[in-house]
């Protein structure tokens, strides 16, 4: 089984659509979870961290559901710029400096 | 503020020729210094990191190497490319004390022929 899990995609959305993005993660110890995104060819760039109570920037929602290791992202009213792929990241049980990134997912949204 | 260089940004090597890619980072000091590999249509996979100067850890066997030189320089070398090493490769750094947000470098588009 993979340390993080994620739908490949793609998801393709019609612009001012809510969308939602789930990810798994395996290990039960890890203690940080982060959702970066990635464009095309480009690297990735961190969007937020997610906490326990869940967390909201704009138009972007995390959550996170430790007793189901289940972390997700909302993005409300899509924009085209909204486009990218994005990475589910948890931190390594025991050691904080060693990030676990997930393949993403890719969402397209169409004008 | 702070920056991260990676180069070159592209490189086509023939297989079982050698490999040194760069990275710097500006404006801090001390970083704990990574290089990953994202392979087409795969995740990122830590290949080292470093907390100091000459100071390696490496997260997969394989036939690449890295090393840090310079408190902001990092390198990843290979003696003998495979053709399996082709990849993107992002050098990244984080504070020491905020460890968990990762800066990536712009990265190195490699292809072995």
């Known amino acids: 089984r993979k340390e993080v899990e994620q739908d490949p995609g793609p998801f393709n959305v019609p612009e001012g659509a809510t969308v939602a993005f789930n990810c798994t993660y395996s290990?039960?110890?890890?203690?940080?979870f982060f959702w970066y995104r990635q464009d095309c060819r480009k690297e990735p760039k961190l969007l937020m961290s997610?906490?326990?109570s869940g967390n909201e920037d704009g138009r972007f929602t995390a959550q996170l559901n430790r007793a189901s290791q289940y972390i997700s992202l909302l993005i409300r009213d899509s924009k085209l710029s909204d486009s990218a792929t994005y990475l589910c990241?948890?931190?390594?049980?025991?050691?904080?400096?060693?990030?676990?990134f997930g393949t993403g997912t890719l969402l397209a949204v169409q004008p | 503020s702070q920056t991260i260089h990676q180069w070159p940004a592209t490189l086509v090597q023939p297989v079982g020729s050698p490999l040194s890619l760069e990275c710097t980072v500006e404006g801090t000091s001390n970083p704990n210094l990574y290089w990953y590999r994202q392979a087409a249509g795969r995740g990122l996979q830590l290949l080292f990191y470093?907390?100091?100067?000459?100071?390696i850890s490496s997260e997969v066997p394989q036939n690449l190497s890295a090393s840090r030189p310079q408190d902001r320089q990092f390198i990843l070398s290979s003696k003998k490319l495979l053709l399996s090493d082709s990849g993107f490769y992002l050098c990244?750094?984080?504070?020491?004390?905020?460890?968990?947000?990762?800066?990536f470098g712009p990265g190195t588009r490699l292809l072995v022929l």
């Open positions: 290990n039960s110890a890890s203690q940080s």
């Open positions: 990244a750094w984080t504070d020491r004390g905020r460890e968990e947000t990762q800066y």
């Open positions: 990241v948890v931190n390594r049980s025991g050691a904080t400096n060693k990030l676990i």
């Open positions: 470093s907390v100091g100067i000459g100071q």
């Open positions: 997610v906490y326990s």
